[in-house]
């Protein structure tokens, strides 16, 4: 696990103002509220004040020295608005070019989850990808209800990496296209593209954090994160992240996220789900190829913590690219997630859950499968 230096204090539920006068108190920082600072990127926070506090989540990022972690360390032991202190985690873009051919109307990927098969299109629902961006010139986007924000300083939402691009093509993309295969399951759905990964598919938690934030007050039911870090067996999961997820459920947005592409199945090494799909409230979308096979980087369950939740097509996956290459194929959890996330928009147009509600269907619907359900969980998801 790669650290920033800086740390996460996970504030008491409905005790975000007390809480950061508590933090204050104990260590001297000085922290700017995102309620103050709509869209601002947490490192232009950052310049202005010691630490930044994630108002809807209840999540703060700080710079401490030892003193001052031990100072909040023993604060979260006891009671009082502090509920815990961790380190910030660096994480990344998960996913690797592939050269093989798509042939057909659809792609494997949309016919695997009877996407091409559908009538519900997404539309009227608010999908947040959170990732390197949207190629916002890409011509299969012309015309599509598209909301944007950047929380990488310096950087705008134009995808400058790729990734991000292609994983909004799968989840929310064209089901039709005339230059190839339709590849986008939620074609009519709302995108909320946010960039939370730099052009070099790397970011923090913190920016996560204010993405999944920005996605809350938005009203998105979906949340797709095709990234993260990895994680070694025994290790706890974030609780920040996870009662994060939690108070996401309470305002009706489910957050699907990538478990990982740590493992190595062909010399026999199966690595554990990572951060942050770890958390038991984050749902974790292990991949399988196109003979329905778990694909051999794909993370799964190794012990009580961080459990794959259902699997999606992850192995040659065709989507759209920025530039003037215009579509690309990618192998990884990464490209399983917005299987997942797209199928549950239609799930979301066509039916009244959120949240729970909206992450029991997809479970109950998805297609039970002759593999090991520490691999794909309840099985591959199955649009309606």
């Known amino acids: 696990m790669t ?36 869209g601002a990127a947490p490192g232009e926070l950052f310049r202005s004040a010691g630490g930044i506090v994630l108002h809807d989540l209840g999540v703060a990022l700080i710079s401490a020295d030892e ?28 996913g690797d070019p592939s050269t093989s051919v798509e042939d057909g109307e659809f792609t494997w990927g949309l016919q695997a989850v009877r996407a091409d098969r559908t009538q519900p299109t997404g539309k009227d629902v608010r999908v947040a990808v959170l990732d390197t961006g949207l190629d916002l010139k890409h011509p299969d986007f012309a015309g599509r209800d598209i909301v944007t924000g950047s929380f990488v300083e310096g950087q705008d939402v134009q995808d ?40 070099d598919g790397s970011g923090s938690d913190s920016g996560i954090l204010s993405g999944i934030q920005w996605a809350i007050s938005n009203g998105c039911a979906v949340v797709s994160m095709s990234l993260g870090a990895p994680t070694q067996p025994g290790a706890p999961y974030s609780d920040a992240f996870e009662k994060v997820a939690q108070r996401a459920m309470e305002r009706g947005t489910l957050i699907i996220a990538a478990a990982g592409n740590e493992s190595e199945r062909s010399a ?25 096979q778990i694909a051999d980087f794909s993370s799964g369950t ?44 239609l799930y979301a147009q066509q039916y009244a859950e959120r949240a729970w509600g909206l992450w ?16 794909v969980g309840a099985g591959l998801v199955q649009a309606p």
């Open 67 to 94: 003193e001052q972690f031990t100072s909040l360390q023993r604060a979260a032991g006891e009671r009082g608005p502090i509920a815990g202190i961790e380190a910030e985690r660096q994480v990344f873009a998960i």
């Open 360 to 375: 029991a269907r997809l479970s109950q619907t998805a297609r039970r499968m002759p593999l090991a359900a520490t691999d």
């Open 3 to 38: 650290t920033t230096g800086r740390y996460l204090v996970l504030l008491e539920d409905n005790a975000t103002i007390i809480g950061t006068r508590e933090l204050s108190r104990l260590t001297g920082i000085r922290c700017a509220n995102t309620a103050d600072a709509a």
């Open 160 to 199: 400058g990496h790729g990734h991000g691009t292609h994983v909004i093509g799968t989840s929310c993309g064209p089901r039709t296209s005339s230059e190839g295969p339709g590849y986008g399951i939620a074609s009519e759905a709302s995108i909320y593209a946010g960039k939370v990964l730099g052009d």
């Open 302 to 345: 190794v012990d009580e913590i961080g459990q794959v939740d259902l699997v999606g097509p992850g192995v040659d996956v065709y989507s759209s690219w920025p530039g003037a290459e215009r579509y690309r194929k990618l192998s990884g959890t990464s490209m399983a997630t917005p299987h997942v996330s797209g199928v549950a928009a």
């Open 268 to 292: 026999g090494t199966i690595a554990p789900v990572g951060h942050p799909a770890n958390c038991p409230s984050i749902m974790a979308i292990g991949a399988i190829d196109s003979q329905l």
